[in-house]
C-alpha cells in the first residue's frame, strides 16, 4: 500500500483485506503443505541456528533460548540489545547504528502486530 495513502497506517494490519485467502494462494499453500516439516526444519538449521551461534556471546546483543522441544517458524527473529550495557543507547539511536550497517529488516518491537493490539 502506498504510504500516501489514507489507510496507510493501518496497513500491517490487514484491515480492509477481509482476511479471506485468495483461492490460488491456497492452492500452492495445499501443494506445499506436504513439505511443511522440512521447510521448518530448513529454516532452524539452516537460519536461526547459524544467526543465534554467530551472535551468542556479542556483547550487548541476548539472542533468544529455544528448548529442544520447540520448533518455532521464524517469521522473526527476535534479537534483543541491552540499553543498559550500551550507557542508554535509545532503540532508535541503536537501530539506525543497525541500518546504518546494512541490516535494513531490523525493526522495533510492536512494529508488526496482531490487529487486535494495533
Keep these: 500500500m502506498p504510504t500516501s495513502h489514507s489507510l496507510a497506517p493501518s ?3 490487514g484491515t480492509g483485506l477481509k482476511l479471506r485467502i ?3 494462494a491456497a492452492a500452492l ?6 513439505r511443511l516439516d522440512s521447510y521448518l526444519a530448513g529454516r532452524q538449521a539452516a537460519i536461526a541456528t547459524r544467526v543465534c551461534a554467530a551472535l551468542d556471546g556479542v556483547p550487548r546483543i541476548r539472542v533468544p533460548y529455544v528448548p529442544a522441544s520447540a520448533r518455532p517458524p521464524w ?3 527476535p534479537l534483543r540489545y541491552e540499553s543498559a550495557e550500551l550507557g542508554g543507547l535509545s532503540l532508535q539511536r541503536f537501530l539506525g547504528t543497525v541500518h546504518a550497517e546494512g541490516a535494513t529488516m531490523a525493526h ?4 508488526t502486530c496482531p490487529l487486535n493490539t494495533h
Design 29 to 34: 499453500a495445499r501443494a506445499q503443505l506436504s
Design 75 to 77: 517469521y522473526v527473529l
Design 22 to 24: 485468495h483461492p490460488l
Design 11 to 13: 496497513a500491517v494490519s
Design 108 to 111: 522495533q518491537p510492536a512494529s
